[in-house]
């Protein structure tokens, strides 16, 4: 079956150390994403990649860190500089934006997510 | 910047009756893509429904669909013949046109918490 993996599903962390979040898909999607939710919060965009070995910041990146050296993952490594990082952390995937031919929705999937508490 | 609202946190059904969930947008585009995601305690986000502003029919999922008014900037859910398994947190979205600055990014609201009575 084609879909997005995130591991671990919880994650505890001590403070002043970094972590990192893994994201896997299969379903050949070109671009990928790194939100963060909190509690009475939307989600709110951290980084995204439309292709390999290139990414943006989002609304909030400051503190974190991705990389893309493969189309199928797109890890997330919170850093120690990261204030607030204890939150629902979801990666998600689509299309490339405006490929001929294809949904020009351009919808996400989304991965099951990764609890991430600081201890 | 475009900013997606959603005015009532929390909203309660009777199981088989129908509710609406309301979402407002403020934007200066004329084209772009509305959307609404259903997340279950699971935490899994699942797309509901999608609809496109060039579009003049409302969009209709099965027992979902929505009321799209362009002018009012406004994107309400309905759901008809409530289940318990539709007890979720629904978020709306926006998305800017492809040929924007946005690279595609969605924008959420900060979602509306639905409870299903039996």
């Known amino acids: 079956d084609g879909g997005i993996t995130q591991s671990p599903k919880y994650l505890f962390r001590k403070e002043g150390q970094n972590v990192t979040l893994s994201c896997e898909q299969n379903?050949?999607?070109?671009?990928m994403y790194w939100y963060r939710q909190d509690p009475g919060q939307g989600l709110r965009l951290i980084y995204y990649?439309?292709?390999?070995?290139?990414?943006q910041k989002g609304d909030i990146a400051e503190g974190y860190s991705v990389s893309r050296e493969k189309k199928e993952s797109f890890p997330l490594t919170v850093t120690s500089a990261q204030k607030n990082p204890t939150a629902f952390y979801l990666c998600a995937s689509s299309i490339l934006p405006g490929l001929a031919g294809l949904s020009l929705y351009n919808e996400q999937f989304f991965g099951p997510g990764t609890r991430l508490t600081v201890l | 910047a475009q900013t997606v609202t959603q005015s009532q946190p929390e909203m309660s059904v009777q199981e088989a009756e129908t509710v609406t969930l309301s979402c407002t947008y403020d934007?200066?585009?004329?084209?772009?893509?509305l959307f609404w995601y259903k997340q279950p305690p699971s935490r899994q986000m699942i797309l509901v429904i999608r609809?496109?502003?060039?579009?003049?029919q409302n969009a209709t999922e099965n027992r979902f669909s929505v009321n799209f008014q362009k002018a009012a900037k406004s994107f309400s859910l309905k759901i008809s013949d409530s289940q318990l398994g539709d007890a979720a947190m629904y978020f709306c979205a926006y998305r800017s046109p492809l040929y924007g600055g946005s690279q595609g990014n969605l924008i959420f609201g900060k979602g509306t918490k639905l409870s299903v009575k039996p």
């Open positions: 379903l050949n999607h070109d671009a």
């Open positions: 990649s439309q292709i390999v070995n290139d990414f």
């Open positions: 934007t200066s585009e004329s084209d772009y893509y």
């Open positions: 609809q496109e502003a060039y579009k003049q």
